[in-house]
């Protein structure tokens, strides 16, 4: 069963929009972190931002904010003012299980392309 | 120390040779991980490391694979007998596991890519 969704596989927006990104993801586990990556087309992946599931506030960094609901397990991740420069693959992830002991491998959806327009 | 470091960066090699391709993680991070990602795709795990030990290979990692961390610090990844099918970016993250709830994002090298002829 695929842990993390991303059910947009491509999007379209005008430069200076916001744009969601949209990100379910599938837990038993009552502690576990939430990412956003950026990839390029140089194929690097660079982190965006982190939340985790004892966090009560959502997310925020610069122009990113990830809006967690955790009931519906969901983590968008939105982005304000958008530029040229933020056309690129966009993958969400989950880190389960924070304990010492446990698997703690990092999860990967499969990622929207986002393309700004000018 | 500025982030991951991956080698080589590139490797094109015939079909049936051996690759081995290294990870140096954030000096201070315990956790090591590795993955592929094939085009058009999101990253898939392979494997990881708390120190020096491995503690989890996902299936994908098949006999030809073996990963090493000795020291617990840097990583290497073989790949014996190389297949077509192993073409593929292969991404090493470090981070550094702190405890419940501690913000513990990894950070990823830039990638080995490579290409079975």
């Known amino acids: 069963a695929q842990k993390i969704t991303q059910t947009q596989p491509g999007m379209f927006v005008q430069e200076k929009e916001a744009v969601t990104l949209d990100c379910t993801y599938d837990?038993?586990?009552?502690?576990?972190?939430l990412f956003w990556y950026k990839q390029p087309s140089s194929g690097e992946m660079i982190f965006l931002i982190y939340?985790?599931?004892?966090?009560?506030q959502n997310a925020t960094e610069g122009r990113y904010s990830l809006n967690f609901q955790k009931a519906r397990k969901s983590a968008n991740l939105v982005i304000s003012a958008s530029q040229l420069g933020d056309s690129a693959m966009y993958f969400c992830?989950?880190?389960?299980?924070?304990?010492?002991?446990?698997?703690?491998?990092?999860?990967f959806g499969k990622g929207t392309r986002l393309h700004i327009l000018p | 120390d500025t982030g991951v470091s991956q080698d080589p960066r590139h490797k094109i090699t015939k079909r049936g040779q051996n690759v081995t391709f290294r990870c140096d993680p954030i000096?201070?991070?315990?956790?090591l991980y590795w993955y592929r990602q094939t085009l058009g795709q999101g990253p898939e795990f392979l494997t990881y490391?708390?120190?020096?030990?491995?503690?989890?290979k996902s299936r994908l990692l098949s006999d030809r694979f073996s990963a090493e961390r000795p020291k617990g610090s840097f990583s290497t990844l073989e790949i014996q007998r190389t297949e077509q099918g192993d073409s593929a970016m292969y991404l090493c993250?470090?981070?550094?596991?702190?405890?419940?709830?501690?913000?513990?994002?990894?950070?990823f090298g830039q990638g080995t890519r490579l290409t079975v002829v």
């Open positions: 000096s201070e991070h315990n956790r």
């Open positions: 993250a470090s981070s550094r596991f702190q405890g419940l709830g501690i913000r513990g994002e990894a950070f």
């Open positions: 992830a989950m880190r389960e299980g924070l304990g010492e002991n446990r698997d703690d491998k990092i999860i």
């Open positions: 837990t038993s586990d009552q502690s576990y972190g």
């Open positions: 490391f708390q120190n020096e030990a491995q503690l989890e």
């Open positions: 939340q985790g599931s004892y966090d009560e």
